[in-house]
């Protein structure tokens, strides 16, 4: 009895020290997260200035076309959606994941590609 109890009491702190790393693990990906994601846009605002002012600078040199075209670029960056990471979909605990180990017979029997075309 005393060996389950001291057995249970090691599994329970190794348990205990798993969730933590795990947490510290998910909020470590989390801030990796927005920080790219607050990367991401400051990059896209940028680029869009820039677009916006080749295209003043495109017409006043009478470029119509290409100030046209410079600013519909940088109005689609302008209005692009961006994905927020404030609450993303996490998984708590641990998962399992099922692998399967399989040994071709006939090599004939499996389908082989090259491209889009099966061999």
Known sequence: MAKEKEMLLIC????????????EYQ??????????CEKA??????ESEKLFDEAIDLQRQGFEEEALEKLKLAENL????????????TFNGITIQKRRVVRIIDNKAVPAF??????
Do not use: C, M, Y
């Not at 329970?12 to 947490?23: C, D, F, R, V």
């Open 78 to 89: 302008e209005n692009l959606q961006t994905t927020s990471l404030s609450n993303p979909k």
């Open 114 to 119: 090259w491209g889009d075309i099966e061999i």
């Open 41 to 46: 846009d400051e990059s896209r605002k940028i």
């Open 12 to 23: 329970n702190e190794a348990e205990k020290h798993l969730k933590n790393k795990i947490l």
């Open 27 to 36: 909020v470590f990906q989390r801030k990796r997260a927005l920080e790219i």
